[in-house]
């Protein structure tokens, strides 16, 4: 069973390809694909043990089940091993520590409240346009300190490098390669800007990388993988899961009116929004040694898929995973963040966006 055809994830029918998986045959082996052969890993136990084994199971090469393409490779720490890989996340780690969230939460708020009082009334509008990709583009702006008036070329570089070619986002890979070069050259002259200025107190995501022992003497290729890694890590889960909020709500109104009679349970129900959307539906590694996984074999060099948004609806990990339930017990108990060395950095930031957003929404609307 070829589980990696974007046509079951565009018409949103890939759920019972993976429930049948789980049950009939967690660790599956596919031979052919437009990606080649590779494991399928459905199971969340199976998951979390794939990605907390950085020994045995390699980042390196890439994390998307589909390869880099040789002519234009854009290295990236997530796809790095250790040393290398604590060395570039450390540079930039700081930018989520809890002093910097407490100073961004007020920023957020505001701005949370700015865009929901301006949202058309008693007519339809694109929520995911005017709210989510807003929203976090700002987010990510500030994170970068990149030019404010230009901040929707983040969310279109994000889009250009995450998108199929059936998407429509982009026609080809020449379009694709030529839209990325323009993202390094505009970043280039950011860090040009800031790599002989002194740092200041408030540390931007580039200068932390012009300044950073392991990153300031990266090639320009290096420096554009870790840049499409921070776009996108910022832009895609956050994005994805304000609009999967929604949604999640919309099939399980019920749900809206206990968040409305307790708002304390908005933490918990980001975490089960988190779970319930799962923004990234895969990770891949390659095995580093031949190795046992559920009675499978799996052999040196082959290509293994953590398929999260599989392993979140596991029903032996989590009860009733296809319901969306906001007072859910142990919702952070879930995998959309990953585990081990590679677990998502902006995680808190992430779930700070959430819960204020669903704080403010709470506080304005009766339904959505």
Known sequence: ?????????????????????????????????????????????DIKYVDSNHQIFSSEGGITIDDQDEDFELPMFIAMD????????????SVVAPQ?????????????????DTLPREETFNWVDLVSIELTT???????DFPFEDRRKLTRWSDVATASLESGIVESEDQRRAELIECLEYFTGL???????????????????????????????????????????????????ISGGVLALNEFPEEYQKLRDDPGLIPN??????????????????????TELRGKTIRKGDKVVMWYVSGNRDEEAIPRAN???????????????????????????????????WEEITARFSHV
């Open 1 to 45: 069973m070829n589980v990696s055809d974007s046509r079951l994830f565009e018409s949103n029918t890939f759920g019972p390809y993976f429930e049948r998986l789980r049950a009939e045959d967690p660790v599956h082996y596919c031979a052919e694909s437009e990606f080649g052969p590779f494991w399928s890993v459905t199971k969340f136990d």
């Open 82 to 93: 250790p040393p290398k890989h604590d060395f570039q996340r450390k540079e930039v780690q």
């Open 100 to 116: 910097n969230l407490a100073k961004l939460e007020r920023t957020i708020r505001e701005r949370a409240a700015r865009i929901l």
């Open 138 to 144: 700002q987010m990510l702006a500030t994170l970068f």
């Open 191 to 241: 860090w040009n800007e800031r790599v002989n200025a002194p740092p200041g107190e408030d540390l931007d995501l580039i200068s932390m990388l012009a300044h950073g022992e392991s990153t300031r003497n990266m090639d320009p290729m290096e420096y554009l993988g870790n840049l499409i890694l921070l776009i996108v890590g910022g832009n895609d889960t956050t994005r994805n899961s």
């Open 269 to 290: 129900m980001v975490s089960e929004i988190i779970r319930w959307q799962t923004p990234l539906a895969h990770m891949r590694r390659r095995a580093l040694e031949d």
């Open 323 to 357: 319901e969306f339930i906001i007072d859910r017990p142990n919702a952070r108990r879930h995998l959309a963040f990953g585990f081990g060395i590679h677990r998502c950095m902006g995680n808190r930031l992430a779930e700070m966006q959430l819960r204020i957003v």
